[in-house]
């Protein structure tokens, strides 16, 4: 956080010039939501759920042992609380916390019951030992129990838990339909064991010794697991404003795109493209004294396979990234 807080104050105090590209680990899907950089940027993460999208149901396994207790506790109940605001109305989640034995805060239920599920989590209270796999158990009881097309639990812990058959556990998750992914936080953890789940069970690991890292973490995981930020399809680039940085092209030169980041923009952005839906592609605005810009698809095979194929990428991108620079950065590319 102290790193995003940094390019912050370049940009807004030292008329820097900040860009992010799209990917699946850029803007929401990045954990950049409501985060320092977000600030920066003109464009903000989208991801409310589309009537197409399949329906989620969520299970948060929180550690609230002795050792999680401050900061640790307080910013696990911040991020299980900004998951479950993640969420769209049709989703569901449920909250199990755990020491030595589970406690479900809060039953699986629609997310647009958001304030009483919110309001759950802050009930949460560190005490007593670690017994993560009674924990899992009961999360996989309540997701056996919906017919939801997505399934996925995330596991937070700080200490050693005993292994009782963790990879017989998360392959029956797995079997039923459920992904899982786990965070270790501190020294304490174990790092074997977390890892060997979140493989076992087709999720992500993540690893942090600084308990601030943790909201962001489930920020970004839960986008993940809501298959909600990202389109994918044959897009051709539409000029929405006649800025300096498209001098000298025009939208027929410009190579499409097979996919982007769902955004929407800020009041005072300029969207330079976009789509043809009128989401943003490429945008730019002030911030402070510096200026953010952002090209919601990407410039690898994945989705800038014919922007890396175009003669003319490098002169393109050269000149888009000079338009946000200062002046002596410029005189420096």
């Not at 401050?70 to 969420?87: F, I, T, W």
């Not at 309001?119 to 560190?126: G, M, P, R, S």
């Amino acid at each position: 956080m102290r790193q995003m807080q940094l390019l912050k104050s370049y940009v807004q105090d030292f008329g820097g010039g900040l860009a992010m590209m799209g990917s699946e680990n850029s803007f929401g899907l990045g954990g950049y939501y409501k985060t320092p950089v977000e600030d920066v940027l003109p464009l903000v993460s989208r991801f409310e759920k589309e009537k197409e999208k399949p329906s989620l149901a969520m299970v948060l396994v929180i550690d609230k042992s002795g050792s999680m207790q401050g900061a640790p506790m307080a910013l696990a109940r911040q991020a299980a609380k900004a998951s479950v605001e993640l969420l769209g109305a049709q989703d569901q989640v449920a909250v199990i916390a755990f020491d030595g034995a589970p406690q479900l805060v809060s039953e699986m239920r629609r997310a647009s019951e958001r304030d009483a599920i919110q309001a759950a989590i802050d009930t949460i209270q560190e005490a007593g030992g670690t017994d993560l796999y009674s924990a899992m158990e009961m999360g996989k009881q309540i997701l056996d129990n919906t017919t939801a097309k997505i399934k996925h639990m995330i596991c937070l812990t700080d200490g050693q838990t005993e292994d009782r058959g963790f990879g017989s556990l998360t392959q029956a998750l797995v079997d039923s339909g459920v992904t899982v992914s786990t965070v270790g936080m501190g020294d304490g953890a174990v790092g074997d064991l977390l890892q060997g789940i979140a493989e076992v069970g087709k999720g992500r690991y993540y690893q942090t010794n600084d308990p601030s890292n943790v909201p962001q973490i489930f920020t970004k995981e839960t986008i993940q697991a809501t298959k909600s930020a990202i389109k994918e399809d044959v897009y051709q680039a539409i000029t929405v404003t006649d800025h300096p940085m498209l001098a000298g092209y025009a939208d027929s030169d410009l190579p499409a795109s097979l996919g982007y980041v769902m955004t929407e923009a800020k009041p005072t952005t300029q969207v330079v493209l976009a789509v043809e839906s009128g989401d943003p592609l490429l945008a730019v605005g002030r911030f402070g004294l510096g200026q953010g810009l952002c090209f919601t698809s990407d410039l690898t095979e994945k989705w800038g396979g014919e922007w890396l194929a175009w003669d003319g990428c490098g002169k393109f991108w050269s000149q888009v990234l000079r338009s946000i620079l200062k002046k002596e950065d410029v005189e420096g590319m």
